[in-house]
């Protein structure tokens, strides 16, 4: 039995591709893992606020910490999961803006990452993440290969809190490459 959480980030619903493939993910986990927990943070809805002064001073300690309660119970549900499944559609070549401020919610000093040894060290551990990003364009390969900004980043800023152990799957091409959605649907092993 595992913890999923699925961060969706998608203000198209269940019309998104980046949803039906995290929920395709989410299905193979299932499978794999009788009896497993789902949480769903549908980031579009939570409405996390963009940095700005009163919520680094929640952040820093100083000022009203109900400021930083989003942040909080975020922080609470990556600590909680096993397993993260984040459902990311590609707009202008990057995540969404709603998905951005999650990470800026999660990206805490003494809560997912510390420098008490002089250098950066992820605090969350031995958790798998999963990346269901989905574009029009393709991107994985080929010569648009550069101008994906969100898996390189998405890599990144989860190595950097401690979260490695990372595996992407695409839906891309839709509606230029035939059966891209099917494709990219059928893509998806749990082993």
Excluded: C
């Excluded at 998104?16 to 929920?23: A, E």
């Excluded at 009788?34 to 300690?61: C, Q, R, W």
């Excluded at 420098?115 to 990346?131: I, N, S």
Aim: hydrophobic share 40%; net charge negative; charged share 20%.
């Amino acid at each position: 039995m595992k913890r999923i959480l699925h961060v969706t980030s998608s203000p198209r619903g269940e019309a998104s591709n980046s949803n039906k493939l995290g929920n395709k993910i989410v299905e193979k986990l299932q499978s794999r893992y009788p009896g497993s927990t789902v949480t769903v943070n549908d980031v579009v809805e939570t409405k996390y606020a963009h940095i700005e002064a009163e919520l680094l001073g929640a952040f820093m300690g100083m000022g009203e910490a109900s400021a930083g309660r989003h942040s909080d119970a975020a922080v609470e549900q990556l600590e909680a999961a096993d397993i993260i499944v984040i459902s990311v559609p590609l707009y202008n070549f990057n995540m969404p803006s709603a998905l951005k401020a999650w990470i800026d919610h999660i990206v805490r000093a003494g809560k997912t990452f510390s420098y008490a040894t002089g250098k950066p060290q992820g605090l969350l551990k031995d958790k798998k993440v999963y990346l269901a990003i989905a574009s029009k364009g393709v991107y994985s390969d080929g010569p648009m290969k550069g101008f994906d900004f969100s898996e390189p980043y998405l890599r990144f800023i989860l190595g950097f809190i401690g979260l490695t152990d990372v595996t992407t799957y695409r839906i891309e091409g839709d509606g230029l490459v035939e059966n891209a959605v099917e494709n990219g649907l059928a893509s998806v092993e749990i082993l």
